[in-house]
């Protein structure tokens, strides 16, 4: 019973030498389109400046006779696999070897995150390239707020990480306001803007959602080009203040920590600084994300993300409700976009463009929507990840996409799919990707 | 009319462009009693309903709530989440909306979302943890338990609302609109798809819905066992329009009634007779 009902999509399938000979034969065509202007005939510049070409049928009939047994092959290949699922993918010790790994993991994680400033001091790359993958872990959850946990699509995220970037530099250098009472206030106009934001695409579902973002984001990024009394224009606001240390200043003076600590100055400090605050900063995201999914606010946001309609039957106030997580993830956002401010001491529009939105978008989704693990993850994979194919130099790019498809063919849902629960009773198990909702914006 | 009405339906009227969906509609539904609105396909039944739970916006005609402590709501002039948050009517679906990916327990507690929120300090106090907000979560989860007891869903609290069995998630729905602990609780066809061992377990939870927490039932139901079972009182509707109204024994015996199940659909008619012997 159990084994004729298991896979009833292998039987539906049809599996014929006919089947698979007509498909080999529409590939073979295909690929004979393709490939016959573009290998059969080639075309050069002459010696008298006019057109000469030869052509290279041998070439092309080679090409089509690969694809042709390639089909077949591949074809062949899946029927001995059976139908792709997990559990035939990955035995079953190895799943268990995984899953005490998963528990584990994000513990080991976090205290290796808090000795890579002791373990890579003398390197100052890694402790550079650490920072910034902190930053996008740290954008990572907040956007995760918002597409993740509410499900609406925003595609101008960067909007925000400016918003809170450009406030702390202009504040800090027309002001000259401490790094530490900027960074509040530099959350709270993000989420303001978040909230305008907000009002006007609360109607709006899905793509169009995402259209109305990413043209916020842009809007953004003009504004801050072309008002240039304010910000500076294309030029950029340059001269930020760097952090302090609760008054403390990381330099070379007398005044500074190193003098103070009678220890010889070093520019390693400010960078281990730098490195814990946005440690603590992203962890500080991460706690409130936590602590929010479990109370109703949180819980709101999910139920909006599976259904919108029961939603509102149950009272729940839709409009507010999307508000608060626009404004939250746009206040993340705007936390960070102040600590990029004060550890890069230049800012300018080049920094905030759709790439960046993009980026992070792409974190939260290949990192697996929701789940705070996952994204951290994916931003470690990302950045960490890209750097690491530097060797490949220009194939760089080529590598790093082929990764990500890669990727998403193995775990459509994204590195960690399923979805852990807010509240139990007796059993904390984890909801399966298949039955979660991505939301519709 | 006579009798202690919570909601009263006056001339009710959905116009959807031309074509008139509810026409000049006027019933009542008694306090603490179980009332039925049948009618073939297309009578018109669902529009009702989504004008009482404020999905749609009536073009014309009053529908009045009257609570237990002598406040009487206009639902027509409420909309959208308000008709639920002020006015306390919850509903179900007809295709069932429970929140798939989230555990059975989960969906009761979204269900709470408005006390707790205002438990919670409007997430102030919740983040902070103090303990009034710790207090009120116990309590919530509590009462979230009862209804899954009361439900027979107890031992599948933890699993995802999307994995139950039909049945069960259309006992889910019903638990989660009690748990937004309503004045009235509209039915849209809750016995659809069930077989009948579980409709049978559905008349009996209904009724001890009406019997234990005193919430008055306004139902739209096909299965004419469920109808004739439980109903204090049956509003039969044809395109639009009210075609007759009573007991569920008067109701049945009408000739109008047959006429117009028989006119639409001959299994229905033959249901309606049936369910009689």
């Known amino acids: 019973m159990s084994a004729t009902s298991a896979r009833p999509s292998h039987a539906a399938q049809p599996s014929g030498g006919a089947f698979i000979l007509k498909k080999a034969l529409i590939s073979a065509l295909v690929a004979l389109v393709l490939f016959s202007l573009m290998i059969g005939v080639r075309t050069e510049a002459g010696p008298q400046g006019g057109l000469i070409y030869w052509t290279r049928f041998g070439d092309l009939a080679a090409l089509v006779a690969t694809v042709f047994g390639g089909s077949i092959i591949v074809e062949l290949l899946r029927q001995w696999w059976g139908p792709i699922d997990k559990d035939s993918l990955v035995p079953k010790p190895v799943q268990s070897a995984m899953s005490f790994a998963g528990r584990w993991l994000a513990p080991a994680l976090l205290v290796f995150a808090f000795l890579v400033p002791?373990?890579?001091?003398?390197?100052?790359?890694?402790?550079?390239?650490?920072?910034l993958v902190l930053t996008y872990v740290m954008l990572g959850w907040g956007l995760n707020v918002v597409v993740g946990l509410a499900g609406l699509l925003d595609l101008g995220y960067v909007a925000f990480y400016a918003v809170g970037a450009y406030s702390y530099a202009l504040l800090a250098t027309n002001f000259g306001l401490s790094f530490w009472v900027c960074l509040p206030l530099a959350?709270?106009?993000?989420?303001?803007?978040?909230?305008?934001?907000?009002?006007?695409?609360?109607?709006?579902?899905?793509?169009?959602l995402a259209i109305v973002t990413l043209a916020f984001?842009?809007?953004?990024?003009?504004?801050?080009?072309?008002?240039?009394?304010?910000?500076?224009?294309?030029?950029?606001?340059?001269?930020?203040?760097?952090?302090?240390?609760?008054?403390?200043?990381?330099?070379?003076?007398?005044?500074?920590?190193?003098?103070r600590l009678g220890i010889e100055f070093s520019p390693t400090h400010r960078l281990v600084f730098l490195f814990y605050l946005i440690l603590a900063m992203a962890l500080l995201t991460n706690w409130v994300t936590i602590r929010l999914r479990r109370l109703p606010i949180g819980r709101a946001w999910e139920a909006l993300r599976e259904d919108e309609v029961a939603c509102r039957a149950l009272g729940i106030n839709t409009t507010t409700?999307?508000?608060t997580a626009f404004?939250?993830?746009?206040m993340f956002g705007g936390f960070a976009g102040a600590f990029f401010a004060t550890r890069q001491g230049f800012i300018s529009p080049e920094s905030f463009t759709f790439q960046e939105s993009a980026l992070v978008l792409a974190i939260v989704v290949l990192g697996g929507m929701g789940s705070q693990l996952g994204v951290a993850l994916s931003a470690l994979t990302m950045i960490g990840g890209f750097e690491l194919f530097r060797g490949f130099d220009q194939y760089r790019m080529l590598v790093f996409g082929i990764a990500m498809v890669l990727l998403m063919i193995w775990r459509p849902r994204g590195l960690i799919g399923h979805r852990a629960p807010t509240v139990f009773l007796e059993r904390n198990q984890a909801i399966s990707s298949d039955l979660v909702k991505e939301g519709h914006g | 009319m006579s009798g202690d009405h919570i909601l009263t339906v006056d001339r009710l009227m959905m116009r959807f462009g031309g074509i008139v969906a509810v026409n000049e509609l006027s019933f009542a539904a008694e306090r603490r009693k179980i009332t039925a609105l049948i009618g073939p396909n297309g009578a018109g039944k669902t529009t009702v309903f989504n004008c009482i739970t404020g999905f749609y916006r009536p073009s014309g005609g009053a529908i009045r709530l009257a609570h237990d402590d002598g406040r009487t709501i206009q639902l027509e002039r409420l909309n959208d989440f308000r008709i639920s948050k002020q006015a306390k009517v919850a509903r179900t679906f007809q295709n069932i909306r429970l929140f798939p990916g989230m555990t059975a327990l989960e969906n009761l507690m979204v269900a709470q979302h408005n006390a707790l929120m205002r438990a919670s300090g409007l997430t102030v106090l919740g983040l902070l943890g103090l303990p009034s907000w710790r207090e009120a979560e116990r309590r919530a989860i509590d009462l979230a338990r009862a209804w899954l007891d009361r439900v027979g869903l107890l031992d599948r609290a933890d699993d995802a609302a999307g994995n139950l069995p039909y049945g069960d998630q259309r006992r889910l729905e019903i638990a989660r609109a009690m748990c937004t602990e309503p004045a009235l609780l509209c039915l849209d066809e809750p016995a659809a798809g069930l077989n009948a061992r579980e409709s049978g377990g559905l008349n009996e939870l209904l009724l001890s819905i009406r019997n234990e927490q005193g919430t008055s039932i306004l139902l739209i139901e096909h299965?004419?066992?469920?109808?004739?079972?439980?109903?204090?009182?049956?509003?039969?509707?044809d395109y639009g329009v009210k075609i007759a109204e009573g007991t569920p024994q008067a109701v049945r015996d009408d000739p109008k009634v047959i006429a117009a199940y028989l006119g639409a659909d001959e299994e229905e008619a033959i249901a309606v007779m049936e369910s009689g012997t």
């Not at chain 1, 404004?327 to 746009?330: K, L, N, R, S």
């Not at chain 2, 299965?223 to 509707?237: A, G, Q, Y």
């Open chain 1, 217 to 259: 984001g842009e809007i953004i990024r003009l504004v801050i080009i072309n008002w240039q009394s304010l910000t500076g224009g294309p030029n950029g606001v340059s001269g930020i203040p760097r952090p302090t240390m609760f008054g403390i200043p990381l330099d070379n003076s007398d005044s500074g920590l190193a003098a």
């Open chain 1, 321 to 323: 409700t999307k508000l």
């Open chain 1, 327 to 330: 404004a939250t993830g746009a």
């Open chain 1, 187 to 208: 959350g709270i106009l993000a989420a303001f803007w978040g909230v305008l934001l907000g009002f006007p695409v609360l109607r709006l579902r899905g793509d169009y």
């Open chain 2, 223 to 237: 299965d004419m066992s469920v109808v004739m079972e439980i109903s204090d009182h049956v509003v039969v509707m």
């Open chain 1, 118 to 131: 002791v373990i890579f001091y003398d390197q100052r790359y890694i402790l550079d390239l650490s920072i």
